[in-house]
C-alpha cells in the first residue's frame, strides 16, 4: 500500500531555514510527480510545488518562489522541502502528495503532515 | 480569497442528501479543466474522494457522486452518515495571462445534525 512519511517540521524563527522529508514506499517512486500542499492552523488547503518523476522539472506557487525549493532522490525514494526565509505566514501543516493518473492535477495519496511553526 | 468559491457550511441529518457546490469561472473550469474532490475527517489528512468530475477511487462508496457543468461542479452525498461529517475541498487547475497553478476551494464543512 502506498505510504508517504513527512517529516522534519518544527519551530523555526523568522527568517530561519528548514527542510523537509517525505518518504515514499508502496509504488514506484521514481515513476510519479510528487507535489507539497499545505495547510495554514483553521484554513484551507494551498498548493506549494510540483516536481516532475525525474526532477526535471519544478514549479512553485507565487507566494513562496525563490524561497523554496523542492527536489528528490529517486534512489532514496525521498522528497524534500527545503524552505529558507521562513515569515509568520509560512506557518502551516506541510503535506507531501502523489500525483495522480486523471488529465487535470490532482493528489491521489497524502501523507499524514508535519507541522512548521514560524515563530520568535 | 479562493480562486475557487465553496459554501463555508452545510448541514444534513442522517439519511438525507446533500450538494456541495464549487464555482470556478472561465480559466479553471469552464476551460475544460477537472474538478477534483478531497474530504478531510478531524485531525486527518485529506483523502481524495472524487477525480476527474465524477469518478470514485477504489473503496469510496457510492453514496458520493460528482457532476461539473460549465464553470460550475457540485459533489452530492445521499444516505448521509455520522462518519460523513468533514471538511470537503473542491480542486482544479487555473491558467490565464498571469500564470497556470493548481486552484483550490476554500472548503465546505458538512455538520450532520
Known amino acids: 500500500q502506498v505510504q508517504l512519511v513527512e517529516s522534519g517540521g518544527g519551530v523555526v524563527q523568522p527568517g530561519g531555514s528548514l527542510r523537509l522529508s517525505c518518504a515514499a514506499s508502496?509504488?514506484?517512486?521514481?515513476?510519479?510527480?510528487m507535489h507539497w500542499v499545505r495547510q495554514a492552523p483553521g484554513k484551507g488547503l494551498e498548493w506549494v510545488a510540483f516536481?516532475?518523476?525525474?526532477?526535471?522539472?519544478?514549479y512553485y506557487a507565487d507566494s513562496v518562489k525563490g524561497r523554496f525549493t523542492i527536489s528528490r532522490d529517486n534512489s532514496k525514494n525521498t522528497l524534500y522541502l527545503q524552505m529558507n526565509s521562513l515569515r509568520a505566514e509560512d506557518t502551516a501543516v506541510y503535506y507531501c502528495a502523489k500525483e495522480g493518473t486523471g488529465t487535470t492535477v490532482d493528489f491521489d495519496y497524502w501523507g499524514q503532515g508535519t507541522l512548521v511553526t514560524v515563530s520568535s | 480569497q479562493s480562486v475557487l468559491t465553496q459554501p463555508p457550511s452545510v448541514s444534513g441529518a442522517p439519511g438525507q442528501r446533500v450538494t456541495i457546490s464549487c464555482t470556478g469561472s472561465?480559466?479553471?473550469?469552464?476551460?475544460?479543466?477537472?474538478v477534483h474532490w478531497y474530504q478531510q475527517l478531524p485531525g486527518t489528512a485529506p483523502k481524495l474522494l472524487i477525480y476527474?468530475?465524477?469518478n470514485r477511487p477504489s473503496g469510496v462508496p457510492d453514496r458520493f457522486s460528482g457532476s461539473k457543468s460549465g464553470t460550475s461542479a457540485s459533489l452530492a452525498i445521499t444516505g448521509l452518515q455520522a462518519e460523513d461529517e468533514a471538511d470537503y475541498y473542491c480542486?482544479?487547475?487555473?491558467?490565464?495571462?498571469?500564470?497556470?497553478?493548481?486552484?483550490f476551494g476554500g472548503g465546505t464543512k458538512l455538520t450532520v445534525l
Open positions: 476527474g468530475n465524477s
Open positions: 472561465s480559466s479553471n473550469i469552464g476551460a475544460g479543466y477537472d
Open positions: 516536481i516532475r518523476y525525474d526532477g526535471s522539472n519544478k
Open positions: 480542486q482544479s487547475y487555473d491558467s490565464s495571462l498571469s500564470g497556470s497553478k493548481v486552484v
Open positions: 508502496g509504488f514506484t517512486f521514481s515513476s510519479y510527480g
